[in-house]
């Protein structure tokens, strides 16, 4: 394949740098899903998950965060029973 190439560039000298730049550009892709598969996003191991709470069941108890508020302050809308 890369004999073709050759032969045809020696034919042609303008596509040196048209193939010059789709190898370039190959290779600057092929880095950079290199570079996805590596990041921080990716689990590689599924045996010690990065997310726990992916392996809680349904019946867990979770606990929720509560914000403080002052109920004295609050306005109310309907009538007092």
Partial sequence: ????????????PGLIPQFFFIVLGMGGASLYLVRLARGPHVVWNKT????????LSPTYQYKFYAVNT???NLKKDGPEF
Avoid: T
Wanted: proline share 4%; hydrophobic share 30%.
């Fill in 48 to 55: 010690n998950d990065q997310e726990p709470w992916n392996k």
């Fill in 70 to 72: 002052d109920y004295k």
């Fill in 1 to 12: 394949m890369i004999r073709l190439v050759i032969q045809h560039a020696k034919k042609h």
